[in-house]
C-alpha cells in the first residue's frame, strides 16, 4: 500500500498558499465521492512512478519551489507518508497535504511535519454517507478538524460544488456549521467535469451555484471567502 506514486505536477501556484510548489499525487483512497474528479485514483494498482525518482526528480527543484504539495487519491492512505514528508523537509521544502480527514490518527503523527493542510468537507454532516460514497466517515472527519484547528496549524477547509450532489443551501450549512466549531478559512471549487462522468452538469449549472443567494451570508461569515 506504501508509496503509490501516480504522478507529479511539477509546478503549482494555487495549491499551497504562498507558494511555488510541486504537487505529488498518490494512488487509492477509501472514498467513493460521486463527483470525485480523480477517479482512476481511487483503487490501488501498480505505482505508476517510485518515490525514489520522484524525490530525486524534487532534489533538482530546490532552487526553483518553495514547497510540496502531496494530494491523491488519500495521501494519507501512505504508511510512511511520514518519512517522505522528513525526506521533503530535510531537502528544506516547506509541505502540505490535502486530505479528506479519514485518518485523523495518521494526521495527528505528520502534524510536525507539516506547514499547511488543505482540509476537503464533502457536504453537511447529515449528507456524509451519500456524499463520501461511504459509511460512518463522518466521526472522522470531524476529529481530523478537531486536530487541526487545536493544532494552530494553517489550514482550510474546501468545498466542491456539484450541482448535482450539493445545494447551495447545503454549502451555507456547512459554512456556518465550520464557522462554528472555529474554522477561518473556507474555499468553495467549482466542479470540474471528466471524461468518466456520463451525466455532468451544465456549464450554466456549475456558474450559476455560485451567483445563489444563499453565498451572500457565507461572504459575511468569511469576508476573505474563496472561491475557484
Given at each position: 500500500m506504501?508509496?503509490?506514486v501516480a504522478g507529479v505536477v511539477p509546478f503549482t501556484s494555487i495549491d499551497f498558499p504562498e507558494c511555488l510548489a510541486a504537487v505529488v499525487f498518490f494512488q487509492g483512497c477509501p472514498l467513493r465521492c460521486p463527483f470525485c474528479h480523480n477517479p482512476n485514483l481511487q483503487p490501488l494498482t501498480e505505482s505508476l512512478e517510485t518515490w525514489e525518482s520522484t524525490l530525486t526528480f524534487l532534489k533538482t527543484r530546490k532552487k526553483r519551489l518553495d514547497g510540496v504539495v502531496f494530494s491523491g487519491?488519500?495521501?494519507l492512505m501512505q504508511l510512511d507518508i511520514a518519512?517522505?514528508?522528513k525526506q521533503l523537509k530535510d531537502l528544506g521544502f516547506k509541505t502540505a497535504v490535502h486530505t479528506s480527514g479519514v485518518y485523523p490518527d495518521r494526521l495527528r503523527e505528520i502534524l510536525p511535519l507539516l506547514d499547511w493542510v488543505g482540509l476537503d468537507i464533502k457536504g453537511p454532516w447529515d449528507k456524509?454517507?451519500?456524499l463520501s460514497g461511504r459509511k460512518k466517515m463522518v466521526e472522522k472527519v470531524q476529529e481530523s478538524l478537531k486536530i487541526l484547528i487545536e493544532s494552530g496549524l494553517?489550514?482550510?477547509c474546501r468545498t466542491t460544488c456539484d450541482p448535482k450532489h450539493l445545494t447551495p443551501t447545503d454549502t451555507l450549512q456547512i459554512a456556518q456549521d465550520l464557522k462554528g466549531l472555529g474554522v477561518k478559512t473556507y474555499a468553495l471549487q467549482k466542479y470540474n467535469t471528466f471524461p468518466e462522468d456520463k451525466n455532468p452538469?451544465?456549464?450554466v449549472e456549475i456558474e450559476s451555484f455560485f451567483t445563489h443567494e444563499a453565498l451572500k451570508p457565507i461572504q459575511k461569515l468569511y469576508p476573505n471567502l474563496i472561491l475557484r
Open positions: 506504501a508509496r503509490t487519491g488519500e495521501p518519512q517522505m514528508l456524509y454517507d451519500i494553517d489550514f482550510e452538469p451544465s456549464v
